[in-house]
């Protein structure tokens, strides 16, 4: 039955726009017109986005088990020391979807491509507010918790992510013109709230010395989320190995899967330390720490939602309303690709 299905044809990097590039990416491209079908059928065809896709839909579902065995398993309505988990969790099925079905049909049009992308980063940047609320709640080591930075470390940690979400969403826009100044804001723009969110954690684990330091077995756990944070960095703004060998990652081994897969590691793993703190250091943290309410935990994530929703749709009207450039021929392509074929 399998064979009676067509599947879309792959092309190389000179047969489609730039704006669909990936730096030292060189063959596997889909046609940059696909239609929603198409883009569904490459799922089980080899090309340069099909284990990036896998890569985090999979995951998907390990995070949305985890989250449901929570709500099913823990008085949650009732708790709100569990509030922070929750938001937390949710936030982890929330970007590896986000970020599987951006891959999945970004190849529909430049236009797809640039909003696909927009919630990727939104969902991002609200993972990084999911962190840090649970960082609030569960993490902060004892000295630190009630003080000052406690206590404004939630407002400014919704502060970066909606700035997050505005520098990732505006680097898309002269990503044609200057792919170098694109890439620095977006590594910028995910690599600042991630340290800001690891203070009190990089304090704790590296810093912290004597009584008050929260020194217990969940700190390994925490080491491995941290290396495999900086691996995720590292692969994301290198692009190595395929810088090395252009050409031979194109469909495997490409930096981009690896960062997913280091991405969804780290996030195990910080997800593994997390619940340790919550129930080792539960009764203490009752007794000493911020109280957990609504407005420092679900308020807190639905504003950033809905600002990073507005900076979605405020990010998308121009592209929406924008004519539809001139159908000409891009690269070295067949006349009869190159004409169907949108420029950059």
């Known amino acids: 039955m399998l064979s009676l299905i067509k599947l879309p044809r792959v092309f190389t990097i000179n047969q489609v726009p730039k704006v669909f590039h990936e730096d030292s990416i060189i063959s596997g ?11 569904i059928l490459s799922l089980f065809q080899l090309t340069n986005e099909t284990l990036n896709i896998w890569t985090h839909f999979l995951p998907t579902w390990y995070f949305l088990w985890k989250l449901v065995t929570v709500v099913l398993m823990q008085p949650v309505w009732q708790d709100s020391f569990t509030w922070p988990l929750v938001i937390f969790l949710l936030s982890c ?24 992308f927009f919630f990727d980063y939104g969902a991002l940047s609200f ?6 609320i649970i960082y609030s709640a569960y993490v902060f080591p004892d000295k630190w918790v009630n003080s000052f930075f406690h206590q404004c470390y939630i407002p400014i940690a919704v502060c970066n992510a909606i700035i997050s979400t505005n520098m990732a969403c505006y680097s898309r826009f002269p990503e044609c013109q200057s792919p170098k100044f694109s890439k ?4 910028v723009a995910f690599a600042y709230p991630y340290l800001f969110d690891n203070i009190p954690l990089f304090y704790r684990v590296f810093l912290c010395a004597g009584e008050g330091c929260t020194d217990n077995d969940t700190n ?29 990652f194109d469909y495997i081994g490409h930096s981009h899967q690896l960062f997913h897969v280091c991405g969804i590691l ?8 997390i619940e340790q703190d919550m129930v080792t250091r539960r009764s203490w943290l009752l007794e000493h720490s911020i109280p957990i309410t609504f407005s420092n935990s679900v308020g807190a994530a639905l504003l950033c939602v809905v600002v990073n929703l507005i900076i979605i749709i405020l990010y998308s009207l121009p592209l929406l309303s924008a004519p539809v450039c001139q159908e000409k021929k891009c690269g070295k392509g067949s006349k009869k690709t190159s004409s169907k074929v949108p420029c950059c």
């Open 29 to 39: 491209y889909r046609h940059p017109r696909s239609s929603a079908t198409d883009c």
């Open 93 to 116: 099925c929330i970007y590896p979807l986000a970020s599987s079905c951006a891959h999945t049909f970004s190849s529909m049009s430049a236009r797809a491509r640039h909003i696909c």
């Open 127 to 132: 993972y990084s507010l999911g962190s840090a």
């Open 184 to 187: 620095c804001l977006r590594v």
């Open 220 to 248: 390994i756990l925490h080491y491995n989320h941290i290396a495999l944070a900086f691996l995720t960095g590292f692969l994301f703004a290198t692009h190595l190995p395929e810088r090395l060998a252009p050409g031979s």
């Open 266 to 273: 780290g996030t195990h793993f910080q997800m593994k330390a």
